[in-house]
């Protein structure tokens, strides 16, 4: 089989006669979606006495859970039930998962908490208002464990064990040898080494998770609405965590959902835990995830850190390519993880033609939430690394990037080709396309303009980026991870099936349903345009369904919405099953209008004979036999109108004996070239140009095409400036809000420049590829690449932000110098807040040290203070109330005092939890008598973690030092006052500075 | 202003989408709540409740406000339009709304409603806004979809066809 010519063209095809597949029809969805009329999740009706759900989340990023209090939060009116772990363990089964280690994982935590945002509690109730009062009233103690969060720390001998019983952070190790690498590297003329570092991040949708859930106890069955979005693997691994046959999980999707970008495959362990939630209250129970939960624990794209190297030719040919994957999937290892790790396995060379490879893969476990699926899959973090070493062999040879490029791209006329590790590339003209983006003057431009910013002084680079963008997922590639050995005893793991289905009603009126949720994407309007071509009818005429009920509607282990199978997949099913629908009539018309069928075509909304077009039926006429009349159809034909059509290409085998794997069905071709500057006073980046190539086969609607193009474009600039799930190295989370978690808005959007050809794929009925996610694959490496060059620098950490490219060309940032006279300025590391200082106290060292150690004089004096209670001798639990900003709750605090010297000396520690969040902090107070009064010298760590830290970050950060300072200058000048002693005076304000640093009302 | 006791659920009076609603609420239900709770109004999209995100951003009195940092009882004999009020009562789409689907300024459409409140609001003050101007009231937004591109041209067809039917 050889691949057609590739098409040309710029731009968009104009609209006009022929197929409608090809045409940029405006979509179908769009008049509700503009109307308000759309039908999200939580627009969905719930069944009247529906309860509301909230969950409760670990403040720490590791820690024993000691003991769960519920009896206050039960006492709350509204409040039907408070779940815990122990619950769920009696209930249902860990959740399935890839590797042999043990990493067991519940619907809510058991025993441990791994991750700041892990569920430890569901609360039920009337509604979402009373359910979150209530978790202000859960009282769990939990005992702090080291938290291990840097992925490289986690693999060294020692570090803290997210799973003990794992005996390692470092699991699923496998290696890959392909060619002969270690020859190629030992008679290289040079080889090129780098790190690479590609960040944490989401691509958080609009709407949150939803889940709405009835358990049927008649039937012990679960019914879930939910904003799913698959892949269906997960629903065999949700109905073994609910111990029942699939059949007896009934999933539902919505019609319309809010995004997804493959993070919402995560809802699935909610899915399973608000089932469980409702068998225990015995009704249906809702849950709307918020954005701080979402932000805190929803999913993740894995971070990874690539040790790449090139045995290169002094021409700049590669002749082999070593990697060292590790990859971190945070604290579980969630089903289908580590697919990242394996989705680009078989084009590991990328768009490259290099023979010889070798590939070691990791999965570390960190205290950070969970990793998931993620628009790109895997794509951003390969070529992050593949990208950046093809610019370093360029400096290091001296030889230009687009030279190294040329000289090592697949060359055109060898589709398909098999790349070293497997994958089958369908088809391409990598050089052809290569050189159209270059062409017309774009390159010549963008030297011209770097040339004249640097002759002003001015930074400014330009990168490149290559990728082979693949689309419809091998079910077979994460079984890579197994040994050949092991995979045969298991049974090889391959192909993947799309299914679509076309029902034609006796009136002649068609609907379309297939396996592949709605996200946003427009599938309804593509599946029109197809259908309509095979049927002779108007796209307008096509009603499409994409709710999906796993009771009722076709679908199979590889269904759903992700790694762009969407044309090259569900697309072709439904061309299939819309094909045997045109046949059927086309036999059935035949006998009515006496012809053979041959002769008949549909077009028009008729069935209509080529030879004598005056010849014809209405298509409604024809279809309605098929009803009205299945006595007069063709002999042998089967009633009715309705086929689904199973597409599963054989491209798609198993996993070889060598481990090579065609992790895909299709492979489309992105070629990107950008120019950026950075600003020499603020360090942003800037994006002055930005080029973009794709071939992505035949588009099927290349309106939508260019939709999907420019929204994965915007993602991966998202990942290449901005966005980061950053923690601190306790692992509290620092960006809970969309205030510190930066989404790129209209104003960071630069221009696109779109470019296009189409190599048809000759795998695919259509010729089409999957195209959404090349450019969050391209993008982050393209502007690296630029800074790369625009600063001269090998190491470029992502995102890029100004605090980072500041950190690149001023060098680490001087401390300010403090303007107290006493106190040393508050440093911060993380969420830490430290300090010291002293001041002066017009009272006597013994005033002083006897309240601090009288429960009655603290009581009085710690603000928001609801009870005091002695625990043991020189121990405090105090229930107090703070605030941070608008949020405010209550804290259980518990103070210690210890190395007690009599009137001279203390240590102070303790810590302070909640529903906000949790703090925790020491001190040591020193006393030492002066004239007219005592020395008080001290100093303190206070770190947050929880809710406050990822919320309130932003305000402490400003705001921390300043309120410290004026309450220690503040407690100085105060503690003259005669009216009480001047220790209940310092404890007072002790507290109430405590307060203030929560953001409370002191 | 008088005080609302804690708990107490108070009458709450306005008009949305030009029909005179009365709902109860507390003193601490948000308006984004009311409206979609309460009033049925699911045309009104949540996406962060802490402001940054502009899903819920409906008018009130005539100005885009964010419903979820506003509360209830705030609403109280307001005027309040939401994304369902712009088509024609058959359905058809003013010209800000067909210029969203000729340049497919949505995909998934969660941010959709917000977005045409702002710049429905924008349009009637500001008849003919820069695109500067016009990519300034969506920078007030997210959408993680379309890369913003295709909103920007079609409020700027929509500003070259005439301002919106209201």
Redesign the interface.
């Known amino acids: 089989m050889s691949a057609p010519a590739p098409i040309e063209h710029a731009g968009l095809r104009p609209a006009g006669e022929g197929p409608h597949v090809g045409r940029a029809l405006?979509?179908k969805?769009?008049?509700a979606?503009?109307?308000?009329?759309?039908r999200?999740a939580?627009?969905v009706a719930a069944p009247p006495g529906t309860l509301v759900a909230h969950v409760l989340r670990s403040p720490h990023a590791h820690a024993m859970i000691q003991r769960i209090d519920i009896k206050a939060a039960l006492a709350l009116p509204g409040v039907r039930a408070v779940i815990t772990g122990d619950d769920i363990r009696k209930l249902s089964d860990p959740f399935l998962v890839a590797v042999k280690e043990p990493l067991p994982q519940w619907a809510l935590a058991v025993e441990r908490v791994r991750y700041v945002g892990e569920p430890v509690a569901v609360i039920v109730a009337t509604s979402r208002?009373i359910a979150e009062d209530a978790s202000e009233l859960v009282e769990i103690t939990y005992e702090p464990l080291p938290a291990i969060i840097d992925t490289r720390e986690a693999m060294k001998e020692g570090a803290p064990l997210v799973h003990p019983e794992a005996r390692s952070n470092a699991v699923g190790k496998r290696s890959f040898r392909y060619g002969d690498p270690e020859t190629a590297f030992a008679e290289a003329d040079a080889v090129v080494e780098l790190t690479v570092e590609y960040p944490r991040n989401s691509?958080?949708?609009?709407?949150?998770f939803v889940v709405v859930a009835e358990y049927r106890a008649h039937e012990q069955s679960y019914d879930v609405l939910s904003n799913f979005q698959g892949p269906f693997s997960a629903h065999p691994v949700m109905a073994r965590a609910l111990r029942v046959p699939g059949n007896r999980l009934r999933l539902r999707t919505p019609a319309?959902?809010?995004?997804?970008?493959g993070i919402k495959l995560s809802v699935f362990p909610y899915i399973v835990l608000m089932g469980l939630a409702s068998r225990i209250v015995g009704k249906p129970v809702k849950w709307v995830e918020?954005?701080l939960e979402h932000l805190l624990a929803a999913s993740a794209g894995p971070n990874r850190v690539t040790n790449i190297a090139a045995a290169v030719k002094r021409d700049g040919r590669i002749t082999a390519l070593r990697m060292d994957q590790m990859e971190d999937y945070g604290a579980f290892l969630r089903a289908p993880m580590p697919g990242p790790l394996y989705r680009m396995h078989g084009a590991s060379t990328g768009a490259y033609d290099i023979k010889n490879l070798s590939v070691s893969n990791t999965i570390v476990l960190t205290n950070k939430a969970p990793a998931g699926l993620i628009r790109g899959f895997g794509g951003p973090q390969l070529y992050l690394a593949l990208e950046r070493l093809i610019q370093r062999i360029s400096v290091e040879l001296g030889i230009d990037h687009i030279e190294i490029i040329r000289r090592n791209l697949i060359p055109g006329g060898v589709f398909p080709y098999k790349a070293a590790a497997g994958a089958l590339y369908d088809s391409g003209d990598y050089p052809k396309a290569v050189e159209i983006a270059l062409g017309s003057g774009r390159y010549d431009a963008l030297v011209r303009r770097r040339n004249e910013a640097r002759a002003s002084g001015r930074h400014y680079g330009i990168g490149f980026a290559v990728v082979v963008e693949p689309g419809m997922s091998n079910m077979g590639y994460l079984s890579t991870l197994l040994p050949h050995a092991v995979r045969e005893r298991t049974g090889p793991k391959n192909g993947a099936v799309s299914l679509a289905t076309v029902n034609v009603d006796p009136l002649g009126a068609v609907t379309v349903t297939a396996d592949a949720p709605v996200?946003?994407?427009?599938h309804a309007t593509t599946l029109s345009q197809i259908v309509a071509d095979q049927l002779g009818l108007d796209p307008d005429d096509i009603t499409v369904n994409l709710e999906m009920d796993t009771q009722k509607d076709a679908w199979s282990i590889a269904s759903g919405t992700y790694s762009c199978r969407f044309s090259p997949g569900t697309a072709v099913a439904a061309h299939m099953a819309a094909e045997r629908i045109r046949d059927k009539l086309l036999r059935i018309a035949a006998k009515q209008l006496n012809v053979l069928p041959d002769d008949v075509e549909l077009a028009d909304g008729k069935a209509r004979s080529r030879s004598n077009p005056d010849n014809a039926l209405p298509f409604a006429r024809v279809a309605g036999t098929a009803h009205w009349s299945p006595v007069m159809l063709p002999d042998g034909m089967e009633p009715g109108l309705r086929e689904t059509a199973t597409w599963c290409p054989p491209e798609l085998e198993p996993p070889s004996r060598d481990d090579r794997i065609n992790t895909s069905l299709t492979y489309g071709f992105v070629f990107d070239m950008c120019g950026i500057e950075i600003d020499p006073v603020t360090f942003q980046v800037r994006v002055d140009r930005y080029v973009s190539m794709h071939d992505a086969g035949s588009l099927l609607n290349p309106?939508?095409a260019?939709?999907q193009m420019?929204?994965a474009?915007?993602?991966g600039l998202a990942s290449a400036l901005y966005e980061e799930f950053i923690y601190d190295e306790r692992g509290s989370f620092l960006t809970g809000?969309?205030?510190d978690y930066l989404?790129p808005?209209?104003?960071e959007?630069p221009?696109?420049e779109l470019l296009h050809i189409e190599s048809p794929s000759p795998f695919t009925p259509l010729g089409a590829k999957g195209l959404a996610e090349g450019n969050c694959m391209s993008v982050p490496a393209c502007i690296a690449n630029a800074i790369a060059d625009a600063l001269r620098v090998k190491e470029v950490p992502l995102p890029a932000s100004p605090r980072r490219i500041h950190a690149i060309l001023a060098g680490p940032e001087a401390k300010p110098p403090s303007t107290h006279t006493h106190a040393v300025a508050p440093s911060r590391g993380g969420r830490d807040i430290t300090g010291r200082g002293s001041f002066d106290v017009k009272a006597s060292p013994a005033d002083v040290w006897h309240s601090l150690l009288d429960p009655a004089a603290l009581k009085a004096v710690i603000p928001g203070c609801h009870s005091l209670e002695l625990e043991s001798e020189n121990a405090y639990r105090a229930d107090v109330s703070l605030g941070v900003g608008p949020v405010r709750g209550r804290f259980v605090a518990h103070v210690r005092l210890s190395d007690l010297e009599l009137e001279r000396s203390a240590q102070l520690s303790g810590d302070l939890a909640g529903a906000l969040g949790a703090a925790s902090g020491g001190g040591h107070v020193r006393l030492s008598p002066i004239a007219g009064g005592t020395r008080l010298d001290y100093d303190y760590t206070v770190t947050l973690s929880g809710k406050a830290a990822a919320?309130g970050g932003r305000l402490l950060d400003s705001a921390a030092d300043i309120v410290i300072r004026k309450f220690f200058e503040g407690l100085a000048r105060h503690m003259a006052t005669p009216d009480t002693s001047a220790g209940e005076r310092f404890l007072a304000r002790f507290w109430r500075g405590l307060a203030k640093l929560l953001g409370g009302r002191a | 202003m008088s005080e609302i006791e804690k708990g107490a659920r108070v009458p709450v009076q306005l008009v949305l989408n030009g029909t005179a609603h009365t709902g109860f609420a507390?003193s601490?239900?948000l308006l984004s709540d009311f409206l979609?709770e309460v009033l049925g109004?699911?045309?009104?999209?949540?996406?962060?409740?802490?402001g940054?995100?502009g899903?819920c951003t409906v008018l009130i009195d005539g100005v885009a406000a964010r419903s979820c940092l506003t509360l209830a009882v705030q609403a109280e004999a307001t005027t309040i339009e939401?994304?369902?009020s712009?088509?024609s009562a058959d359905?058809e789409?003013n010209h800000l709304?067909a210029a969203?689907?000729?340049h497919?300024a949505?995909?998934?459409?969660?941010?959709?409603?917000g977005i045409?409140m702002s710049l429905t609001d924008l349009l009637r003050r500001e008849p003919e806004p820069t695109r500067e101007r016009v990519?300034?009231v969506?920078?007030?937004?997210?959408?993680?979809?379309?890369?913003?591109?295709?909103?920007?041209d079609a409020a700027m067809d929509a500003v070259n066809a005439g301002s919106p039917k209201t």
């Open positions: 405006p979509r969805e769009d008049a979606l503009l109307s308000g009329r759309g999200f939580d627009d208002y691509f958080t949708p609009m709407e949150c319309d959902s809010g995004g997804s970008f918020d954005r996200q946003g994407q427009g309106l939508l260019e939709g420019k929204g474009f915007v993602q809000t969309f205030a989404v808005t209209a104003h959007v221009a696109l919320v | 507390e601490r239900m979609r109004a699911t045309d009104v999209h949540v996406g962060c409740e802490h940054v995100c899903c939401t994304a369902s712009l088509a359905g789409l709304q969203f689907r000729k497919h949505l995909q998934c459409g969660f941010c959709t409603p045409l990519v300034d969506v920078s007030g937004h997210l959408c993680r979809c379309t890369g913003y591109s295709g909103i920007i």
